[in-house]
């Protein structure tokens, strides 16, 4: 039987800033938000079937951003999202102050990156 991704989890520095961003870049919006393990924080953001869990552990998180997590066993690389029009996606990432980078257009689809304020790497792509 195939499965489907439901969501990922990732320890952020402000759950509530990235949701927005999220929220905004993506047509996304809040499933959920509350109390979370270790009296940590989490905000539930995406569409009906699948979403990103952001959290923070209690006080907010260490400040310092992990090592290259291409580097590291168990890091998060990016996370990858569809769109239908990827030249609208990159001017929302631009008017966010966030920069593009690695632009590719290889089989199956068009694709560019970003980096958000935690240093979490996005790719965009698109099939249409």
């Known amino acids: 039987m195939p499965a489907m991704l439901e969501h990922v989890n990732i320890t952020v520095s402000d759950p509530g800033r990235t ?3 999220l929220c905004r870049l993506f047509g996304w ?3 959920w938000e509350g109390s979370a ?3 940590g924080h989490t905000i539930h953001v995406g569409g009906t079937d ?3 869990a952001l959290y923070t552990g209690p006080g907010g998180t260490d400040k310092k951003k992990a090592d290259n997590s291409y580097s590291r066993i168990g890091g998060l690389n990016h996370v990858a999202v569809v769109v239908e029009d990827i030249g609208a996606a990159e001017k929302a990432v631009q008017a966010e102050g966030l920069t593009p980078i690695n632009h590719a257009d ?6 560019f990156y970003f980096h958000d304020a935690d240093g979490i790497e996005y790719e965009v792509v698109s099939y249409a």
């Open 37 to 39: 393990i270790n009296g």
């Open 50 to 52: 699948h979403y990103v």
């Open 106 to 111: 290889y089989e199956p689809g068009r694709r």
């Open 29 to 31: 919006h809040r499933r």
């Open 19 to 21: 949701a927005d961003l």
